[in-house]
């Protein structure tokens, strides 16, 4: 598969960790993405993609690409083959600027690109991209277009501050001194958190601990689940199990094998390292 990733400039900067431009023949047709403080945005230029948002539920397909705000649970991607995209991949709290509703109604909850940006917008959008010479072209694109539609977020400059204090801790700081240092109340930042990010201030401490965690760690080395659960800060081993089904659907000992099946069958692979095959 060909991926192409790029950073944006200002004002997007503070908001998203890079756009891309995917295409070719996925290395599984369907994938599990664990749950993780990453919102995400992707419009499709191919074949309809399906989306299983609740393991329980049956597969929707999503022709213009979807919007998907911080998921709680682990969600199930299944790629067209080939596949043509461009996406966003969100720091957490830099979704909502670019919403018409609260990013709590989409957690956990995919919308399609057109029930957040209209149809006619969503179009002539896709017929502009599939126009462009080069997936630079596409990206500067969509980078123009996510500017344009970038508005004032009310509490967004407490979420983005006390966000990034929860990230660069790996969630492992007390939320309550959050509070005390921004000089407001839980109840006020669990609402504006929620609103902004879809979670409260606890929930995505605890992603970000997870998964922080999990991408540390090594498959292909024997693993002491009890010390990796220990030196996270779990409280015990039962405690990160519970927590690991609940973010991946998976035990740990499955998501090691799941893991080692991607590294074995396509090392270096541009998808490797999150999503997870699920057929």
Not at 37 to 58: S, Y
Not at 112 to 138: C, F, N
Not at 180 to 188: E, F, M
Request: with cysteine; net charge negative.
């Amino acid at each position: 598969m060909e991926y192409v990733s790029r950073v944006p400039g200002p004002p997007l900067d503070g908001l998203i960790n890079d756009l891309y431009y995917l295409e070719g023949a996925p290395p599984y047709a369907r994938f599990t993405l664990p749950a993780a403080p990453a919102p995400l945005l992707i419009v499709n230029l191919g074949a309809p993609f399906l989306i299983r948002a609740d393991t329980d539920g049956e597969a929707v397909d999503f022709a213009d690409g979807c919007a998907v705000a911080t998921p709680t649970r682990a969600w199930e991607f299944g790629y067209p083959t080939p596949t043509r995209s461009v996406g966003v991949h969100f720091r957490p709290w830099g979704l909502a600027p670019f919403l018409p509703i609260s990013a709590a109604k989409l957690c956990d909850r995919p919308a399609t690109v057109e029930q957040i940006w209209g149809g006619p917008a969503v179009a002539a959008l896709r017929d502009r991209l599939t126009s462009a010479g080069t997936p630079d072209e596409m990206l500067r694109l969509l980078e123009q277009e996510l500017v344009r539609r970038l508005r004032a977020i009310d509490g967004l400059d407490i979420v983005r501050q006390l966000g990034a204090a929860i990230l660069e801790t790996g969630g492992a700081g007390p939320i309550s001194d959050l509070g005390v240092a921004s000089r407001a109340s839980s109840t006020y930042l669990a609402k504006r958190f929620k609103e902004v990010i879809g979670v409260t201030p606890k929930r995505l401490a605890r992603s970000c601990r997870f998964t922080a965690t999990v991408l540390a760690l090594d498959v292909a080395r024997p693993i002491d689940w009890g010390d990796i659960a220990a030196r996270a800060g779990y409280f015990d081993q039962s405690h990160f199990v519970h927590e690991f089904r609940e973010f991946t659907g998976l035990t740990p000992t499955r998501y090691v094998e799941v893991r080692q099946r991607f590294l074995r069958e396509h090392p270096d692979h541009a998808l490797e390292g999150w999503p997870l095959p699920a057929d």
